[in-house]
């Protein structure tokens, strides 16, 4: 690991964590929790096997990363995030935050995974609807699947599939992350292909209730300015 050789916070941060791939680990760590390292590589489409281990080892090395046994039936190593790693989430957020406008920027073949909704959906949506009982939406983007749970006040994501969720959205990641942060209404997104099925209660009780900044929100595919 190389040092910029700086008497900078910043500068020593980035001697820990401005590698190549480094923080996109602590966003999957972040996102899903302890897991494999096969798990771990599903989610960093692009990253070659030596270099994700040469990565988890500086990871482990500066004190972020940890190695855990799972219980049986698993029986197997998973890495999580230390109390030093996870004080890296405030700073994945701020530039999750910050990099929403460049959403506008989508390629055919970026590639997508479930659980990179869930910045999105801390970011944007709010339970509007706190005394109704639980509901849970079932999303599908792209062939990836994820749920989102409202209840008392809380709105949580959850990986997989739930077929016994009150609602069912279905469309391409652009135009899921477009609902999600506000940049297009429910009956807008459904005029550009959006599927609902089920519940559209419980679809609008999570969504924002008014638009957000210029610039804060993911345009839909053709919207952007």
Partial sequence: MRSYGQYCSVAKALDVVGDRWTLLIVRELLSRGPCRYTDLRSGLPGIATNLLADRLRELEAAGLVEREDAPPPIATTLFRLTERGAGLAPVIDALGRWGVPLMRD????????????????????????????????????????????????????????????????????????????????????????????????????????????????????????
Avoid: C, K, Y
Avoid at 197 to 219: F, I, K, M
């Fill in 106 to 225: 989508h390629r055919a073949e970026d590639a997508f995974r479930g659980q990179w909704l869930r910045l999105p959906v801390r970011m944007f949506l709010a339970d509007h609807e706190p005394d109704r009982p639980a509901s849970s939406i079932q999303i599908h983007a792209g062939d990836q699947s994820v749920v989102i749970d409202a209840d008392a006040g809380r709105v949580s994501l959850r990986l997989g599939a739930d077929p016994d969720a009150d609602a069912t959205v279905t469309g391409t990641p652009p135009r899921i992350l477009a609902l999600l942060s506000g940049g297009l209404g429910l009956a807008d997104a459904e005029e550009q292909g959006l599927r609902v099925a089920g519940s559209r209660e419980a679809v609008l009780r999570v969504l924002p209730r008014t638009g957000n900044a210029a610039g804060d929100s993911v345009p839909a595919e053709g919207n952007a300015s």
